[in-house]
């Protein structure tokens, strides 16, 4: 990408497209435009590309999208799956009729089938099976997306990468104790705890296993497959965690493990899921932040906000 380029982040006041913008000014682009829902409703088709054509971006970071964690998914099925089929769709058609020369699109490892074809996760498998049923409807929209990209680069040639992502956690997250991610809803539950003295409830029992990231680490994801990839590409760290070992983590950090008590007639989520990384260590790729390093900044972060 030439650093003189216009390039749009939607999402861009968001866990991944904040970080990307700060990234991407860090590493001398020009024009960097972020779009959230005070520039554009996303949502919106006719919007959508009425504010593409008038941007004219050269690339595009898509990384807007409803979010929730397992429970916010189980509950909102229906919700999250027409709101990111309205927005992905949105999107990838208008940067597509901006001439954009590529768009790189935030996707999640959701779409993945369940039971797994193989593990770790390959790109080649992910419409080998349905996806895991406690968040079906996001997976289902995030899958629509890549339908959505392979059918326009092979009518219109768009130029595409859609990043399988692990689980990320960051600032400007949704700390949401009820729906949020995992790691966004610890932290809020730890620092309610330290706020009113109360104990943290942990859903499930923590044995489930995730690939975590910091999201510093998934904007230097996202600038390297933009540079450098094409298709579908996983990303993680390639390490994977124990929800329990986060929560360790977060206890030693905030000082407040003692207090942890775990539900077990709460869902675990899906016991194991990690990624093959083929492709993007293909890249020399390597994270620069470890996962404490990351906990440690989003609580601070977190605790000075509230």
């Not at 309610?192 to 998934?218: C, H, I, N, P």
Request: glycine share 10%; hydrophobic share 40%; proline share 4%.
């Amino acid at each position: 990408m030439e650093k003189g380029a216009r390039i749009a982040v939607t999402g861009g006041r968001g866990l991944v497209g904040s970080a990307l913008v700060e990234l991407l000014a860090a590493e001398g682009f020009e024009d960097v435009v972020p779009v959230g829902r005070e520039e554009c409703d996303l949502s919106d088709v006719p919007a959508t590309r009425r504010y593409f054509a008038a941007l004219k971006p050269d690339y595009v970071f898509h990384a807007a999208a409803r979010v929730y964690g397992i429970m916010g998914n189980m509950k909102n099925q229906g919700l999250s799956f027409y709101d990111n089929n309205l927005i992905n769709t949105a999107v990838v058609d208008a940067a597509h009729r901006a001439g954009v020369k590529k768009i790189t699109v935030m996707g999640t490892g959701a779409i993945y089938p369940f039971p797994p074809a193989s593990l770790p996760l390959r790109e080649a498998t992910v419409f080998d099976g349905r996806p895991h049923p406690s968040e079906s409807g996001y997976a289902h929209a995030k899958r629509a997306m890549l339908a959505m990209l392979e059918a326009y680069q092979e009518s219109y040639g768009t130029r595409w990468a859609y990043i399988a992502s692990c689980n990320l956690f960051g600032p400007r997250d949704k700390f949401d104790i009820e729906g949020g991610h995992v790691v966004p809803s610890l932290i809020a539950k730890f620092r309610s705890a330290e706020l009113d003295g109360g104990k943290v409830s942990v859903w499930g029992d923590g044995s489930a296993q995730r690939d975590f990231m910091y999201v510093k680490d998934a904007a230097r994801v996202a600038l390297t497959v933009m540079r450098e990839l094409e298709g579908v590409v996983n990303m993680g760290s390639g390490s994977v965690w124990s929800i329990r070992q986060i929560v360790e983590a977060l206890g030693r950090i905030t000082g407040l493990g003692d207090r942890v008590v775990w539900d077990a007639s709460k869902p675990n989520g899906q016991a194991y899921r990690a990624y093959d990384l083929t492709r993007l260590a293909s890249t020399g790729f390597a994270c620069r932040y470890p996962i404490e390093q990351g906990l440690q900044e989003t609580w601070d972060w977190y605790r000075g906000q509230t």
